[in-house]
């Protein structure tokens, strides 16, 4: 009975397997109460309103699993503008940071990277990520102006398959800045995907 279902008036339906499969009932939870019980927070982190608006994609969440919290965020960058001034934010008109690290949600992080999921394109092709202590940080203006600390530098053009690891870690309740690793390229992006994974200690 290869290929077969046998059901049984008892509720149940054997494949040609041998697997036991229940009928007449369904999942019912919402996908918030299911990822509550996976220990999966979505929209963990929120961008500036100006970054928010402006870049094709961001999303963000959180998996706790026992005393680590993985936070991954993804980013198309798509609509945001970049300078030809190495190290100047990327974004445009207003405050342009993409999310406040905190040991409530994050934790304390200890380790990160950035991945490049689509080449960026139409702006600086070279990206860094740092971190400041305030979220007023403005499209063109150099990040050295704030209380920074540089997260990863990617020393080059954002290829697809590598990852840059962070060498230093945000500090607590600092926010974060893509910016311009390079003097070149200035425009507005039309392509350009980014993941950055963080791993913090609960707290």
């Not at 080059?156 to 311009?180: E, I």
Request: net charge negative.
């Amino acid at each position: 009975m290869a290929g077969d279902k046998v059901k049984f008036s008892t509720g149940t339906v054997v494949d040609a397997d041998g697997y036991l499969y229940q009928v007449g009932s369904k999942i019912t939870a919402t996908a918030s109460e299911l990822n509550n019980i996976a220990d999966i927070t979505s929209d963990a982190m929120s961008a500036s309103t100006v970054m928010a608006a402006l870049i094709e994609t961001y999303t963000v969440y959180t998996i706790r699993s026992g005393s680590i919290i993985k936070t991954v965020m993804y980013l198309d960058i798509t609509g945001a503008l970049s300078v030809a001034t190495d190290l100047d934010i990327i974004g445009n008109t207003g405050a342009c940071h993409i999310g406040q690290v905190t040991t409530a949600v994050n934790g304390l992080v200890f380790s990160g990277k950035v991945s490049c999921a689509e080449v960026p394109a139409g702006g600086t092709l070279d990206i860094d990520l740092y971190s400041a202590t305030v979220g007023t940080g403005a499209y063109d203006v150099g990040i050295a102006s704030l209380t920074e600390t540089a997260l990863m530098t990617a020393g080059g053009a954002l290829a697809v398959g590598a990852d840059h690891p962070f060498t230093l870690a945000p500090p607590a309740n600092d926010y974060l800045y893509l910016c311009s690793g390079e003097a070149a390229n200035a425009g507005t992006y039309t392509a350009g995907k980014l993941v950055i994974e963080m791993w913090g200690l609960v707290v």
